[in-house]
Nanobody, 116 residues
């Protein structure tokens, strides 16, 4: 099994910044794909940003230029730097990991609230 633990969420004012972290542990042999998803109240979970083992990134249009995803392969960590936060960014953020072979794991989620 693989465990994912997110941290870094919280309350921030509009225009502020937060950095989310996700630590993967357990029976990890090789992580292929890491990503962050978000889920706002009453909405479906949606992909925010992804990064492959080679460092190729992809972002949802709504966060391009504001959010940056990165990973530390040696530590099995993935990060999401969020700048210029808006109230619409308020959601529970989930870490998502895909191993080579296709097995998928989810974190428990961390709340991000953007409000004045």
């Amino acid at each position: 099994q693989v465990q994912l633990v997110e941290s870094g969420g919280g309350l921030v004012q509009p225009g502020g910044s937060l950095r989310l972290s996700c630590a993967a542990s357990g029976r990890i042999f090789s992580i292929y794909h890491m990503a962050w998803y978000w889920q706002a109240p009453g909405r479906q979970r949606e992909q925010v940003a992804t990064i492959t083992s080679g460092g190729t990134t992809n972002y949802a249009d709504s966060v391009k230029g504001r959010f940056t995803i990165s990973r530390d392969n040696a530590k099995n960590m993935v990060y999401l730097q969020m700048n210029s936060l808006k109230p619409d960014d308020t959601a529970v953020y989930y870490c998502h990991v895909v191993l080579y072979g296709g097995t998928v794991f989810w974190g428990q989620g961390t709340q991000v609230t953007v409000s004045s």
